[in-house]
Antibody, heavy 118, light 110 residues
Framework: QEQLVESGGGVVQPGRSLRLSCAASGFTFSSDAMHWVRQAPGKGLEWVAVIGYDGNNKHYADSVKGRFTVSRDNSKKKLFLQMNSLRGEDTAVYYC???????????WGLGTMVTVSS | QSVLTQPPSVSAAPGQKVTISCSGGSSNIGNNYVSWYQHLPGTAPKLLIYEDDKRPSGIPDRFSGSKSGTSATLDITGLQTGDEADYYCGTWDSSLGAGVFGGGTKLTVL
């Protein structure tokens, strides 16, 4: 069964850092591009970042560019999101998701909550 | 302000049909595939439609997608109370070099 499980969320002060992880199982992780998508409280889905199947070809939303870094370890079947200089507007549930078809995200985790507050 | 524009809400009675629109531009919908997602609070989003009009296995044919120019549409027929959820369109924006979602449409089954 294809599954993604996010972890690493929590409460953090503005300006601090947090690293999210996403563990994959049940599919060939190294074959697929992976994305991070977030949802702030009361808001819609917001795309955050993508990383190619081999760790190359990374892209970021303007709102996180220069502060967030996406990476992956295919040997461990894990996806990461390093979040630096966190702001209140980064408060959200963060989902990792697999891109099975062009912009078609077919497997999603349940998300991990990040709260940026002093 | 989302790059893709969706109506904030739609509603219809059980058994009826509803249409959700998603409007964009040439850098996104006009030249890239569109996907549609169903999202219930506290759960993972579910892929309903990919590559404009294809359904993943397990998605009933009550859900259908189409695209024309820079707009896309999700149709849901035979509405059920269990269809009440938020629906999002998504695609890639070649000018931004980023993924984009619509603002979401809340479906109410009256």
């Amino acid at each position: 069964q294809e599954q993604l499980v996010e972890s690493g969320g929590g409460v953090v002060q503005p300006g601090r850092s947090l690293r999210l992880s996403c563990a994959a199982s049940g599919f060939t992780f190294s074959s697929d591009a992976m994305h991070w998508v977030r949802q702030a409280p009361g808001k819609g889905l917001e795309w955050v970042a993508v990383i190619g199947y081999d760790g190359n070809n990374k892209h970021y939303a303007d709102s996180v560019k220069g502060r967030f870094t996406v990476s992956r370890d295919n040997s461990k079947k894990k996806l990461f999101l390093q979040m630096n200089s966190l702001r209140g507007e980064d408060t959200a549930v963060y989902y990792c998701t697999r891109e099975q078809w062009p912009e078609g995200f077919d497997v999603w985790g349940l998300g991990t909550m990040v709260t940026v507050s002093s | 302000q989302s790059v893709l524009t969706q109506p904030p809400s739609v509603s219809a009675a059980p058994g009826q049909k509803v249409t959700i629109s998603c409007s964009g531009g040439s850098s996104n919908i006009g030249n890239n595939y569109v996907s549609w997602y169903q999202h219930l609070p506290g759960t993972a989003p579910k892929l309903l439609i990919y590559e404009d009009d294809k359904r993943p296995s397990g998605i009933p044919d009550r859900f259908s997608g189409s695209k024309s120019g820079t707009s896309a549409t999700l149709d849901i027929t035979g509405l059920q109370t269990g269809d009440e959820a938020d629906y999002y369109c998504g695609t890639w924006d070649s000018s931004l070099g980023a993924g984009v979602f619509g603002g979401g449409t809340k479906l109410t089954v009256l």
